[in-house]
Structures are given as structure tokens and as C-alpha cells.
């Protein structure tokens, strides 16, 4: 964390994978400055090619959302919203009946920008790892979730099955085409003892990378910190109570989860396993029965 | 206007494309700062990820579905001593056999690796289930197909004979045992995703896709000239079926969660297919127009299935449809 210099969990040469030890990021907007040091880092140390370089208008990401060449992602929330102990006065922004900030042309402008790095999260019951039939997904020592790029036949199907929208297949003309990729926990460092690239990298330290229980006990540290000093919509995302039964790469968040398009109730889709299998059985032993009644009285 | 108040209105403009298009292309933008999000999510994003599947998915669908319940019509055919019918069938299996494969293969992003789909069984990836299922298919339709046409050719005699028959009896058999799961778990492929319009739906999926691909076997048959009335009354079975299931998707609604299923164009090719292979085959069949009702219900489980993987896409690119199942 902050101040802790060279001590920091991110700049420190570890052996969690030797010693199989479960580890976590832990993001921070509440310190992001929208850098994007951590995107580039991740791009350069993995060699993920660039997937287009548009001008989405949507403040300055101009990526857009994670994927099969975004592997971290850091979003530009504009709300129109108090931050922390802001003060605020009006903006002189256009009246405009649907916003209740500004229904009133007199009133205070409240604004705040919002930089949050996403992440493949990691998740303690991971649908991408589930329902990948090549078994080309596994879990590693350290408890992340990793694609093997040369098992991947990109059949597609872990791109469903996610329930945040992470991995994705790549698309033709672009290096290693047709396979599905997503953030690797950039497992090659974590072997050799080095910290992820984008925790490495991020000079406010808002990724922390480290152990698990360690991180989870900072993220509730933080919050009641922030929510001291008046950042009353601060909470950590991390949907334990699910089935996902929490994520590796938890956030802090400022509002609600639906703004940074988290999804507020993920579940995993093997949920959904058991009703759909009866209802196939079902009815494949209904065909059969039709099928033979059929013979027996129309024949 | 002041030169202030056009430039806020030409931003205004901007903001309004960058919100429809997702991205502004004209010249000299520059922009600071964009549009404060009035919708829920995160200036549109999708939440989860649409399908990359294409066109061969929902072919597959279709002829797995009329393949494997083709061999489930051959085994009834053989306890009824329907001869002609079983080749019929059973040819429809092979080709379908064959057929599934190829589209499957085609539709990875990476065929050549296709035989990796066979390094693990995981019973909780229905991907993987149907790999096995489609494997297990084969491995019963090529043998059964061969021993129908040896005996029906009468290429050996005597005892050699019988046991070709035994063998076919064997084979079919287990072709409708994978063919009736090759026809439904596809249902349970889309069913059990974290996209809302599918998941919402995962008891009707595998309802209308086994029930669709027997009606559609019936249908073929029929078509190439077997005009039986067991194979009638498998198509009113089934058009009666789907017909309930029209009623039925029509009341369960989940407002925004599942709405590619009612509105856009992903929701006409639903309602389109339903009502061919529901009321309008049933409606012709009741008038005896049998290839018209066959046709029908060909076409309507045709459109059906690209209609679930446009849903697939419509939905798993809402943001708000990924909330509202959440909130439901
Ligand atoms: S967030 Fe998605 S891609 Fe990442 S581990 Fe979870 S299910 Fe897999
Ligand atoms: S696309 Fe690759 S990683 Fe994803 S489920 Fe298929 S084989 Fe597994």
C-alpha cells in the first residue's frame, strides 16, 4: 500500500506459486489517476496485439471494455455525483429536467471522475473454467484462472459462460487468432517470483497485488477509511454471497456496482445445470414414448 | 445564439452520436470530456459477452435435431417391422452423422484442434457433454446405418444374417439413445450461459429444440414419401407441443431481462418460427395438407434456431438486461 515504498507487496520478489499461496489484486479507484500504466504494461510484458483504435467519445477510454486483446481495462466514470467531501458549486450546465443535480438551474453542480482498472476477476468458481470441454482453462497454485493457449480450440464457449463479460475469442487477422484469451494473472512472472506488470507498474499503487487474506483485510480497512472521511457510497465488490463465491481481483467500488458495468448478482452458469438437464431428459424420454405411441395406435 | 451557446450545442450533438454510435467519426472532434451516463451501465457496454457463434451453430442445431430423433423414429420402426421406414431414418441419421461435425469443426476458432473437444469428459460443461453425445452418436449411426443396408441387401445368409440384424437392432437402438440427447442438450448448451434471454428460458430450450427436431424428422420423412399415419401423428405431436410453447413464452415474459425474445429482429424470427412449426403446421395438418404442414414446421424450426442465437446476441450485448435478471 501507499508508503510503504519498496516494502509495498507490489514491488517485493515473492515465491507464492512455489508455495502455493493464494493470491489476489486488489483495485483501488478512490487513488487511480487514469494513467493507464497498467493497460500498457499489460499489453507490452504479455505482447497482446492492439484491437483498433477507435474515438468511443465516452470520456477518455477509448477501450472500451475487456477482452480477447484487453486484458486490463481502466474506466472513465463521469457522474454527476459528490466525491468524498467535494465542494461544489454550479457548473453553469445546461438545465436539464432529468437529472435531479441539475433540475434546478441555481443549484450545485456535484461531479466527479472515476478511475477504475477492471480485470478478469478471478472468481473462486470461475464459469469460463467450468464449462471449457477442451480443459484448456485450469486453476493455478496461486488460485488464478488460466487459459492454456495451445489446448484452446475456440470453441467459444467459455465466452458465455461468464458471468463478467471477461474472456473473449480473438478475432482473424490478429496474432494467435481463433483462440480465447483474457488476463493471465501474468502467471510467467508469478513463477519466476516477479509481481503482475500492471501492479508493478501502477505508481499510486491503486492494483495492489498480494496475498489473498492480506488484500481482503485491506479492502475492508479502506473502505471504513474513505467512509470516515465522507466517502459514504464506498463498498468492496466482491460477490461472495453468490455463487461465484467471491473473486480473486476484488474492487473497491464509489456508488453502485451497475455503473462500472459490474453485474450486482453474478452467478456462475452451472447454476442453471440441473433444471435445463431435467427439463432435456424429459423431453427426450417424451419423444421416445410419443414416438412409440405413435407406431403402437396409428399403425 | 452566442458563439458559446452553438459551440454547447454542437458538444451536445457530438455527445448524442457518441451515445447511438458508440463512436464519433467526424472531423476535428474534440470533445473534452463526454456525456455524463444516463443509462444504467457503463456508457452502454455490454455487461457479458454475446456469442461469437455463427450461421453453422444454428444449422447444427437443426440437423443434429432432425438426425438424432430420426433414429429415434428408426427404432420404433424396427419394433413396428417398418422396413422401408428404417432405412429411411436411418439414412437421415447418417447424413446428419456426418453433417454435425462438419459445422461444429467449422465453427471453432481453431479446427484443426477439434480433437481436443475428447481430451476430457467434464460433466458440468455441456459443451463437453455434447462432444461426447455427438461421439457416441456416430459411433452407434455409421455401424447401424451399414447393418440395416447389409441386411436389407441380404448380403450374407443363414446365421451370418441373424447376427447382422441382432447388430442392427443394437445399433439403432443406441443411435436413438444419443440421438434423443443430441436433439435436446442443445437446449442445455444455451440454457446453462450467463446470457439472461437464454438462462431465463433453460427448461423451454431443450422442450422446443428435442421437440422440434422430432417434428422435423416426421416432416422429412414424410416429404421424401413416407405418408404413414404414425409419422402424422408425430407431426400433430409435435406442432401441439410447440404451439404450447408459443402460449407459453408469450406469458413469461421477464420484462427487460429477456426482451431479444419479444422485441428487435431476433424477437420476429422467433415468433415467425414458432408460429410455422406451432399453429400454422398444426392448422394445415388438421386441413390434410400434409407437405404444406410439413414444410411448415421445416422452415419454423429452422428460423427458430437462429432466432435463439440472435437472441443470444441481442441479449448478451444489453447491459440492462444482464441488471434486470439480476434484480428479478
Ligand atoms: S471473470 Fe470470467 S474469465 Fe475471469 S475467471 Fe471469472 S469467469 Fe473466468
Ligand atoms: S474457447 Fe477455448 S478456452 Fe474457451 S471453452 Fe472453448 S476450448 Fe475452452
Known sequence: MIGEGIQSSNQRRHSFVKDHVEVGFFTDPSVCIGCKACEVACKEWNQVPDDGFTWSGNSYDNTGHLGASTWRHVMFLEQDRQKGNQITGPMGLPFEPASPARADPQSEDPFRWVFLSDVCKHCEEAGCLESCPTGAIVRTEVGSVLVQNDVCNGCGYCVVSCPFGVIDRRPEPLPDAGGAFKCTFCYDRQKSGLVPACAKVCPTESIVFGRLDDLRARGAQRVQQLQESGYTDAQLYDPTETSVRGIHAFFLILGEPEAYGLPPKPQIPTIYLKSAWTSAFATAIGSFIATLLAFTFFS | ?328
Open chain 2, 1 to 328: 445564439m452566442t458563439n458559446d451557446q452553438l459551440s454547447e450545442k454542437r458538444l451536445d450533438q457530438l455527445r448524442e452520436q457518441a451515445w447511438k454510435d458508440g463512436v464519433v467519426t467526424d472531423r476535428g472532434v474534440d470533445v473534452a470530456g463526454g456525456p455524463i451516463p444516463r443509462k444504467p451501465g457503463y456508457y452502454g457496454e455490454p455487461v457479458v459477452r454475446p456469442p461469437v457463434w455463427t450461421w453453422e451453430i444454428g444449422l447444427y442445431f437443426f440437423i443434429g435435431g432432425i438426425g438424432g430423433m430420426s433414429a429415434v423414429i428408426a427404432s420404433a420402426a424396427i419394433l413396428f417391422h417398418h422396413l422401408d421406414l428404417i432405412r429411411a431414418a436411418m439414412w437421415l441419421a447418417g447424413i446428419a452423422t456426418i453433417l454435425s461435425p462438419i459445422l461444429l469443426i467449422m465453427d471453432l476458432g481453431r479446427p484443426r484442434l477439434f480433437l481436443n473437444m475428447l481430451r476430457v469428459f467434464k460433466h458440468q460443461s455441456a459443451m463437453s457433454m455434447g462432444a461426447w453425445i455427438l461421439t457416441g452418436f456416430g459411433t452407434c449411426t455409421a455401424p447401424g446405418l451399414i447393418a440395416v443396408e447389409l441386411h436389407f441387401h441380404h448380403v450374407f445368409g443363414g446365421t451370418m444374417d441373424q447376427l447382422v440384424r441382432i447388430a442392427a437392432g443394437i445399433f439403432v437402438f443406441g443411435s436413438a439413445f444419443f440421438g434423443t440427447l443430441l436433439a435436446t442438450y442443445t437446449g442445455v448448451l444455451i440454457g446453462a450461459t450467463a446470457i439472461p434471454a437464454w438462462h431465463l428460458h433453460r427448461v423451454l430450450l431443450p422442450i422446443h429444440f428435442g421437440t422440434a427436431g422430432l417434428g422435423s424428422a416426421a416432416a422429412w420423412l414424410e416429404l421424401i414419401g413416407h405418408r404413414i399415419p404414425a409419422l402424422n401423428a408425430i407431426g400433430y405431436y409435435a406442432a401441439a407441443v410447440e404451439s404450447a410453447l408459443l402460449i407459453w413464452l408469450t406469458f413469461n415474459k421477464h420484462g427487460a431481462a429477456d426482451r431479444a425474445i419479444h422485441e428487435h429482429g431476433s424477437g420476429w424470427l422467433i415468433r415467425i418460427g414458432e408460429i410455422l412449426n406451432g399453429p400454422l403446421a398444426l392448422i394445415l395438418r388438421l386441413f390434410g395438407l400434409v407437405p404444406f404442414a410439413a414444410i411448415s414446421f421445416l422452415i419454423g424450426s429452422l428460423v427458430s434456431r437462429f432466432g435463439w442465437i440472435a437472441v443470444g446476441k441481442v441479449s448478451g450485448t444489453d447491459p440492462e438486461a444482464v441488471f434486470a435478471s439480476q434484480r428479478l
